[in-house]
């Protein structure tokens, strides 16, 4: 595609449910990074996918958090039994082989009730 | 472990009125220092990186600077297009590692 698509772009869900999150990167682009941005708060690094290597995982803030990629391109993040604090922009970026630049989607808006 | 903090938090300015925005980092040996803007809504939108003291980019009315410790992005003859949210992030020059964003300098230009 012409960028990075997430979906869905807002999810309300209840406290204690689950919660998928769906990014499809550029086409040929092997990086996927996903990071979460709380209100006031910075970009926060989530987890990382480089092509077929094991994904750095360190910044995911518990194990109520995972994210697989399948196939070298579209990725989810799962959260299970969310919690409030879990309400954020969840973005999702990619990057071509050798690039340092990123390109974002427009990111899925979670709102925990 | 890698900061990146960014200064002032919030921005208003005239129309015209030139100004800039600082971010500073401790990241050892520095590979790449990158602007962003972001909009209301939406993801980051790229703009510069910079990978060495002393470069400077250039796009429209803004102008990206590095040192050694810490880069500024300065608009000048600013418009009210321009207001946006501008983050700075940092890589460190450990293999792909991601990049460590700060929080961002919220501008406002008013006309």
């Known amino acids: 595609g012409a960028g990075v698509s997430q979906s869905p772009s807002n999810k309300v869900t209840e406290k204690g449910k689950d919660v998928e999150l769906r990014c499809d990167p550029i086409?040929?682009?092997?990086?996927l990074y996903w990071y979460r941005q709380s209100l006031g708060q910075g970009l926060e690094f989530l987890i990382y996918?480089?092509?077929?290597?094991?994904?750095?995982k360190s910044g995911l803030p518990s194990d109520r958090f995972s994210a697989e990629r399948t196939g070298g391109s579209v990725s989810t993040l799962t959260i299970q039994r969310t919690q409030q604090e879990d309400s954020a922009v969840y973005l999702c970026?990619?990057?071509?082989?050798?690039?340092?630049?990123?390109?974002f989607g427009s990111g899925t808006r979670l709102t925990v009730v | 472990e890698d900061q990146v903090t960014q200064s002032p938090e919030a921005l208003r300015l005239q129309e015209g009125e030139s100004s800039s925005l600082n971010c500073s980092y401790t990241?050892?040996?520095?590979?790449?220092l990158f602007w962003y803007r972001q909009d209301p809504g939406k993801g980051p939108e790229f703009l510069f990186t910079?990978?060495?003291a002393g470069e400077e980019k250039e796009k429209e009315r803004l102008k990206a600077t590095l040192t050694k410790k810490e880069s500024f992005l300065h608009i000048t003859a600013p418009k009210p297009e321009d207001s946006a949210t501008y983050l700075c992030?940092?890589?460190?020059?450990?293999?792909?590692?991601?990049?460590?964003f700060g929080k961002g300098t919220r501008l406002s230009v008013i006309a």
């Open positions: 970026a990619s990057s071509a082989q050798g690039s340092s630049g990123y390109t």
């Open positions: 086409s040929g682009h092997t990086a």
């Open positions: 996918f480089q092509g077929n290597s094991a994904p750095d």
């Open positions: 990241v050892s040996g520095l590979r790449g």
């Open positions: 910079l990978y060495s």
């Open positions: 992030a940092a890589q460190s020059p450990s293999g792909n590692t991601p990049l460590v």
